[in-house]
Nanobody, 126 residues
Framework: QVQLVESGGGLVQAGGSLRLSCVAP?????????MGWFRQAPGKEREFVGS????????VYVDSVKGRFTISRDNAKKTVYLQMNSLKPEDTAVYYC??????????????????WGQGTQVTVSS
């Protein structure tokens, strides 16, 4: 069955904002696990965007999105969010959320995370 369901992608002009959501419907112990966000642009490898600790107290981000993107979570809703502000055309990609209960869930390598959401397209026009 589906373990992570993403939503919130779309088309936005440069400088605009989007908020992505990722829900773990059947994960009753959701609060036990760090969550991550990755993205993949056409012709490029999947790139680490950021991650958030179990209680939301600690977040890390790739340098290119620091100050613009914010990861948060609502454990009661089993949901992690990616708030994206001041979007740039180079942010255009398919965005994936990742759990940490199939694999370790640590660092910036996609092999260290799982399961994965289905991906949601974010397109930023200039």
């Amino acid at each position: 069955q589906v373990q992570l369901v993403e939503s919130g992608g779309g088309l936005v002009q440069a400088g605009g904002s989007l908020r992505l959501s990722c829900v773990a419907p059947g994960r009753n112990d959701f609060s036990n696990y760090p969550m991550g966000w990755f993205r993949q642009a056409p012709g490029k490898e999947r790139e680490f965007v950021g991650s958030i600790s179990r209680d939301g107290g600690n977040t890390v981000y790739v340098d290119s999105v620091k100050g613009r993107f914010t990861i948060s979570r609502d454990n009661a809703k089993k949901t992690v969010y990616l708030q994206m502000n001041s979007l740039k055309p180079e942010d255009t990609a398919v965005y994936y959320c990742a759990g940490s209960w199939e694999v370790g869930g640590s660092g910036d390598k996609y092999d260290y995370w799982g399961p994965w959401g289905q991906g949601t397209q974010v397109t930023v026009s200039s």
